[in-house]
């Protein structure tokens, strides 16, 4: 009656959802069964850097909180907030004028500088489980997301501020380390296209900059 019971339970739950068992391993004892269905709201903190793993060069930190979608099976409402430091040579190319324009953001030697950008975005994801094919846990998960953002940028060298939007790009593969917590990795790409105020009518080419760089970061959140 205890399997059928089980099975039962799984049966009326979404067929993509995994129902996990929790033992103590000491004890060889069942805890509790709990299903990956009644996860309805995710928080997550990741830090990172290139996938490189060049910290003097760029540094990522972010805030991620994501509401399950009801119509939509495993498909997530995403919104992060991220916290970027990374030398401009390392993230752009140097801008190039035609203009003549003397205040032209091309003019200043940038290399080696530091650009503070913060993103807030917007996007969707959804949480997979094509690992679990090949291993044997069903305790592993993946997730995509995309992010549309609004970025802005402080440039070092002149101070300037900067504002414009971008795209984030994640793919996580995390394990469930418990009914809650989780933990895992994750790769992102980043895309951002930032202007300043213009100095008397001088064109946007000449006080803007194209930001893109890719983050491995390690990802600690919690399911409620």
Do not use: C
Not at 105 to 112: E, I, S, V
Not at 114 to 120: M, S
């Amino acid at each position: 009656m205890k399997y059928l019971l089980i099975l039962t339970i799984a049966f009326n739950l979404l067929a993509d959802d995994s129902l996990i068992k929790e033992i103590d391993m000491e004890l060889g004892q069942r805890l509790d069964y709990f299903s990956t269905a009644e996860d309805s709201s995710r928080f997550s903190v990741s830090g990172g850097s290139s996938y490189q793993l060049q910290t003097s060069k760029q540094l990522d930190f972010d805030l991620q909180y994501m509401t399950r979608l009801n119509n939509i099976h495993d498909g997530w409402l995403a919104f992060q907030f991220k916290k970027v430091q990374a030398t401009y040579d390392y993230i752009a190319d140097q801008p190039v004028s035609t203009s003549g324009n003397p205040n032209s953001d091309a003019n200043t030697n940038r290399d080696g500088q530091i650009q503070d950008i913060t993103l807030i975005g917007v996007g969707y994801a959804h949480r997979f489980k094509f690992l679990q094919e090949f291993i044997d846990s069903n305790r592993v998960f993946e997730t995509t997301a995309v992010y549309l953002n609004y970025a802005t940028s402080t440039d070092e060298t002149t101070t300037s501020s900067y504002k414009g939007f971008g795209l984030t790009a994640d793919f996580g593969v995390h394990k469930r380390a418990g009914k809650k917590f989780f933990y895992g990795a994750k790769l992102g790409y980043n895309i951002a296209s930032v202007w300043r105020e213009p100095i008397a009518d001088e064109p946007k080419q000449d006080r803007s900059f194209a930001y893109s760089w890719t983050t491995l970061s390690f990802e600690l959140g919690y399911f409620f």
